[in-house]
């Protein structure tokens, strides 16, 4: 089981919840309510501490750039006493400061945060600033991780260790940061003793590159002798990583470089110690919880199979340490790009858009125009309120007269015939444009061949650039763009491969902001799960303007049609 896993696990247990919940709504009153409100909070809640410690200069925002894959993270600033500080998803960037006593929250930009949190830019912490907490939008801060970088070791000022110790309780995880240029120093091993027990502890010795091969070997026999000697068989692990070549690699996606930095081996054995140690152990205690209160409630009909799941969740937690795990996945690569929507129908939405800012204003100042829309029986229907979602009624009154006059004349002439047959022919033909005659349905064709052939020749130029800058394709495009790549099964693979990412991403999305909502815990909703369910509604249609088919009149996509609806007016 993987990170990802582990999140389907959680939203798993939350739908059971759910559906608990709802077959018992309404005969148990206000006890039986907070109980599963409760569950859904320790669902929704739930997060994993990596509390980092170690004398400054010994890397430890690096390591956690590292991690990350970023280099946003601030290095070389010293910290003042007592402010720790947090680094946790967000969708864009930010810097949050909190306050000791303060409610009032204030937000900062990265650049600026060394004016709060050193000693030049707020001299003995006169602000009052408890902590600053930091939110990027990081793909493995978004599956729960949380990184604590607390106030350096090797202060005089014993309010320094006092602030690391108090978040202690809440770690699920120690990281020592030491370095190749003095390792482990005797308060160092001293820290270990005092704040790592009962926690799972990793030494990490940083700046690898620094060091030659003989030099590394001896620094590690050295710590590894040390912990031995102080610890006996419960000695950390000890992992030697460069992480000035590993951020490096990560931005570049140099993969030899990533490798001879050192950071997987950590990474792999961080995600390992999540998932076998600290997520199962949550999951089966969840399972417990929510077996518990599914067995208190009064016989229900679905609650035994609701019990039955509950069962079988629980026994795969049980057995995923001995021989179902996945290759673990923590050090996922840092993605400050959002899902937007679909790059075809933005293309497709412009051109449409600039189309009718022209032509309404032309269809007011020129009669030769309004004879020439008439002829052509005006737009299809779903255009034709594409047009008054911007025009005026002024601009209409005076743009459609000739068209409907041009209707009724064909209407009046069979009428004066006296013949049903004429009538009747006349009631068929006198209607507005079908799509090949229609004036927009051809500007969006257009618009959208060009976009799908721009789109498939960026891809084979260059498929991993087109894809970085490429947030999500909706499902009528993709089947379009895959034609045109059709005869690149590599390149169709790396595109599918792309959307299945963004699929799961904004289905996890969707279940997070459930299970929040059923948690009530709104104020933990990140901007990414409050828009999930319009982004996927994006991700599967696209925009509603674009992706239409309007019986006989509209344009068919990938061999289907659905029903036109309206778009929003622009500003």
């Known amino acids: 089981m993987d990170l990802r896993e582990y999140e389907r696990a959680k939203f798993a247990l939350a739908e059971i919840l759910r559906s608990a919940a709802t077959l018992a709504k309404g005969d148990h009153g206000g006890e039986i309510e907070d109980r599963f409100r409760d569950l859904f909070a320790r669902l929704a809640e739930d997060r994993f501490n990596l509390v980092f410690i170690g004398r400054f200069s010994r890397g430890k925002s690096s390591l956690m750039n590292a991690i990350l894959g970023t280099d946003r993270l601030p290095t070389g600033i010293v910290p003042l006493t007592s402010v720790v500080t947090t680094v946790g998803y967000g969708t864009s960037e930010k810097v949050i400061l909190r306050y000791r006593g303060k409610h009032l929250d204030i937000p900062v930009s990265i650049e600026d945060l060394s004016r709060y949190v050193t000693q030049e830019g707020n001299p003995g912490n006169e602000l009052g600033i408890a902590t600053a907490n930091i939110e990027l939008p990081a793909q493995i801060l978004r599956r729960g991780f949380h990184f604590i970088d607390t106030p350096g070791l090797g ?206 204003y032309r269809l007011v100042a020129e009669g030769d125009e309004r004879e020439r829309f008439a002829g052509r029986s005006g737009f299809c229907p779903f255009h034709i309120w594409e047009y008054r979602a911007i025009a005026s009624p002024y601009g209409t009154c005076v743009g459609f007269p000739p068209l409907l006059d041009r209707l009724a004349e064909q209407l009046r002439k069979a009428v004066a015939s006296g013949r049903s047959s004429f009538v009747a022919s006349a009631v068929e033909t006198a209607q507005l444009a079908e799509h090949d005659a229609c004036a927009m349905c051809a500007i969006r064709d257009k618009a959208e061949a060009r976009a799908i052939s721009g789109l498939a020749g960026r891809f084979r130029k260059s498929a991993d650039e087109t894809l970085t800058g490429l947030s999500a394709v909706c499902l009528t495009h993709l089947g379009m763009l895959a034609e045109a790549l059709a005869d690149d099964s590599s390149l169709l693979r790396t595109l599918a491969a792309h959307h299945v990412e963004l699929l799961e991403r904004v289905a996890e999305d969707m279940r997070a902001f459930a299970l929040k909502h059923d948690a009530v815990r709104r104020p933990l909703e990140t901007r990414e799960e409050q828009t999930a369910a319009e982004r996927a509604l994006f991700l599967l249609a696209g925009l509603r303007n674009v992706n239409f088919a309007a019986g006989a009149t509209g344009p068919r996509t990938n061999g289907r049609r659905s029903e036109p609806t309206r778009i929003r007016k622009r500003g």
């Open 155 to 360: 202060s005089a000022i014993a309010e320094n260790t006092l602030t690391t110790e108090s978040f202690l309780p809440e770690a699920d995880a120690l990281v020592l940061v030491t370095s190749y240029e003095s390792p482990l120093s005797e308060e160092e091993i001293r820290s270990l003793e005092t704040m790592g027990s009962g926690l799972q502890v990793f030494v990490i010795i940083n700046k690898q590159d620094l060091a030659s091969e003989d030099e590394r070997r001896q620094a590690a026999n050295f710590v590894r002798e040390q912990l031995k000697a102080r610890f006996g068989d419960a000695a950390p692990e000890i992992f030697s990583v460069s992480a000035r070549d590993a951020i490096a690699a990560k931005l570049s996606r140099d993969q030899s470089l990533l490798a001879s930095s050192g950071m997987p081996e950590f990474e792999a054995r961080l995600a390992e110690f999540l998932v076998d140690r600290k997520q199962s152990r949550f999951l089966a205690r969840m399972c417990d919880r929510v077996r518990s209160l599914l067995e208190g409630l009064p016989p229900l009909t679905g609650i035994a199979d609701l019990l039955g799941q509950v069962e079988a969740l629980g026994k795969t937690f049980g057995v995923s340490v001995e021989g179902r795990r996945s290759a673990p996945r923590v050090g996922e690569a840092f993605s400050a790009r959002q899902l937007r929507s679909c790059e075809i129908c933005a293309s497709v939405d412009e051109a449409l858009w600039e189309f009718l800012r022209r032509y309404q």
